[in-house]
């Protein structure tokens, strides 16, 4: 079924690039000078199996890649920020619970404050000493954060992108990036999702509108060539 999907929406895709164009869509923002690498939800719970927010192309894909642009940034300065979600007070009939409405939507109570090991970041790419661990409540990595305080008061001027899930967390933080004046870039084959099609999809539309689909190996380039000459990007 997957591939069948993914031919159909390789058809749609082709007829939507041209209507786009037409129209004006599909701009390039651009890489900048300053980049920051923001690894989205790539903790426990999403990465390992048998939650309900496992995602798929996880070990094959994501995290070899992620691994790549954290050597990247590791050898060139660029600042990391690992993201990961959790809640503390996880009874839907508490008033007074930090997941607001959106426990109406989705389970987020599997993802208690009180179960580090869930919310942890996957030890495959665990941070650092000197790169920033934010907890999220939110789809966005923005929302109610301090991310876009800390990437400006560092210079940062790009965000390069990556995690799950493409139809939400990761394209919430893309959203929000590009609209608090952040060059915005999804790693193409470092952002998954649970269902068929959602990350085809997402990309496709980020592409269009809020970001610039980049691959994996232009964005390792770009990180190289940035932290050796600043001026080159």
Known sequence: ?????DEMLTRAFDEARALYKE???QRRVGFGRKPALINVDLANAWTRPGNAF?????????????????????RNGHPVVHVTTCYQVTDRENPHTDMGLWHNKIPV?????????????DSRIEPVEGEQLLVKKRASAFHGTYLAG???SAGVDTIVVTGVTASACVRQTICDGIADGFRTIAV???IGDRIP??????????????GDVESLERCVSYLDEVGSNPAAA
Do not use: H, Y
Request: charge should be negative.
């Open 23 to 25: 129209r004006g869509f």
């Open 109 to 121: 109570e599997a993802v208690p404050e009180n179960r580090p090991d869930l919310w942890a970041i």
């Open 1 to 5: 079924m997957a591939e069948t999907l």
């Open 188 to 190: 193409k084959e470092c």
């Open 197 to 210: 099609g959602a990350v085809s999809w997402n990309l496709f539309d980020i592409d269009a509108k809020f």
């Open 54 to 74: 496992t995602c798929e192309n996880i070990d094959d894909q994501i995290i070899p890649g992620v691994q790549q642009l954290l050597a990247a940034c590791r």
């Open 150 to 152: 800390f990437l400006r």
